[in-house]
């Protein structure tokens, strides 16, 4: 049943399968603890063996794909223990493979099949609401339905989401830097960086814009910005020499703000020193440029 869904639903995304495998563990463990499930468990050969193969199946994919040991964690804190109390020779693997990575309940049961520019569009929350609400569970032609995570839980992850958010705009800095012909055209910007939002998966890459003005930006753009340095576009601020408004924070972050999305909402990756990034092919920490003092009075971590 769950593998005949991986198949199906882990398609068009990348590494799917291991993190719908992943998932469908978690329930399956949570199903572990239901006392009607236990029961049946106990007295019905068919269910055993239905349940000990897809638990082992998910655990072989997972395994296959590396991510029982790179790229996930296991949480000490509450492996897949009612799995093991429930059968002791149902192999799980090293302390149970209950991921804490951000990616987790972004592909969950259900959602395999989306394609990324359909997870962009609907917004990590959503998917990960969505994610909850797949807990029922076939065995042995019975129906059981497995806990679905707690409200915590569920703003946990995401809230950890950001960071693979974040990682997209980082490798779109990097691809839009490495575009220019040379060197001399990427050390027309000061600055680059890139800005983005965890809660609809939106990125964009802003430049630094030395004759900008207040035009040049949406209005809630500018109305954010002057309400937190108190200044009007293109004047300066006692906190730092940058003209306001001129920072490739801002720039970055005015085309999120077109698109929606609430300028207070708003992270950034590192900023960059573009000239330095294309002549090393990629981003190093010698490359990094320090955020001024106005940009971290409009967005304070």
Same mark, same amino acid.
């Given at each position: 049943?769950?593998?005949?869904?991986?198949?199906?639903?882990?398609?068009?995304?990348?590494?799917?399968?291991?993190?719908?495998?992943?998932?469908?563990?978690?329930?399956?463990?949570?199903?572990?603890?239901?006392s009607?499930?236990?029961?049946?468990?106990?007295?019905?050969? @068919?269910i055993?063996?239905?349940?000990?193969?897809?638990?082992?199946?998910?655990?072989?994919?997972?395994?296959?794909?590396?991510? +029982?040991?790179?790229?996930?964690?296991?949480?000490?804190?509450?492996?897949?223990?009612?799995?093991?109390?429930?059968?002791?020779?149902?192999?799980?693997?090293?302390?149970?493979l209950?991921?804490?990575?951000?990616?987790?309940?972004?592909?969950?049961?259900?959602?395999?099949?989306?394609?990324?520019? +359909?997870?962009?569009?609907?917004?990590?929350?959503?998917?990960?609401?969505? %994610?909850?609400?797949?807990?029922?569970?076939?065995?042995?032609?019975?129906?059981?339905?497995? @806990?679905?995570?707690?409200?915590?839980?569920?703003?946990?992850?995401?809230?950890?989401?950001?960071?693979i958010?974040?990682?997209? +705009?980082?490798?779109?800095?990097?691809?839009?830097?490495?575009?220019?012909?040379?060197?001399?055209?990427?050390?027309?910007?000061a600055?680059?960086?890139?800005?983005?939002?965890?809660?609809t998966?939106?990125?964009?890459?802003?430049?630094?814009?030395?004759?900008?003005k207040?035009?040049?930006?949406?209005?809630?753009?500018?109305?954010?910005?002057?309400?937190?340095?108190?200044?009007?576009?293109?004047?300066?601020?006692?906190?730092?020499?940058?003209?306001?408004?001129?920072?490739?924070?801002?720039?970055? +972050?005015?085309?999120?703000?077109?698109?929606?999305?609430?300028?207070?909402?708003?992270?950034?990756?590192?900023?960059?020193?573009?000239?330095?990034?294309w002549?090393?092919?990629?981003?190093?920490?010698?490359?990094?440029?320090?955020?001024?003092?106005?940009?971290?009075? %409009?967005?304070?971590?």
């Amino acid at each position: 049943m769950i593998i005949q869904n991986l198949d199906s639903k882990g398609v068009n995304i990348g590494s799917s399968a291991g993190l719908i495998a992943i998932n469908e563990l978690k329930k399956l463990d949570q199903l572990a603890a239901n006392s009607n499930f236990i029961k049946d468990y106990k007295s019905n050969s @068919k269910i055993r063996q239905e349940y000990k193969k897809v638990v082992e199946s998910l655990v072989a994919v997972v395994q296959s794909e590396g991510r +029982a040991t790179n790229g996930f964690m296991f949480d000490r804190e509450s492996p897949l223990s009612n799995i093991q109390a429930l059968d002791n020779k149902i192999h799980i693997g090293e302390k149970g493979l209950v991921s804490v990575y951000p990616e987790l309940y972004i592909v969950g049961s259900g959602l395999g099949s989306l394609s990324k520019a +359909a997870i962009s569009k609907l917004g990590i929350e959503k998917l990960a609401q969505q %994610s909850l609400k797949n807990t029922t569970l076939l065995f042995g032609g019975k129906t059981y339905s497995a @806990k679905s995570m707690s409200t915590l839980e569920a703003e946990i992850v995401a809230k950890s989401n950001a960071d693979i958010i974040k990682k997209a +705009a980082e490798e779109q800095l990097l691809k839009d830097i490495l575009a220019y012909p040379s060197a001399n055209q990427a050390s027309k910007n000061a600055a680059m960086i890139g800005a983005y939002d965890p809660a609809t998966g939106l990125y964009a890459i802003g430049n630094s814009t030395r004759g900008i003005k207040a035009e040049n930006l949406h209005q809630n753009t500018v109305k954010y910005i002057e309400s937190k340095l108190g200044v009007k576009i293109g004047e300066f601020t006692k906190l730092c020499g940058n003209k306001v408004g001129a920072c490739a924070e801002v720039n970055a +972050a005015d085309k999120l703000i077109r698109q929606g999305v609430p300028p207070s909402r708003i992270q950034f990756t590192d900023a960059v020193v573009p000239r330095q990034v294309w002549s090393d092919k990629k981003i190093l920490p010698k490359n990094l440029k320090e955020t001024c003092n106005n940009c971290k009075a %409009s967005w304070p971590k």
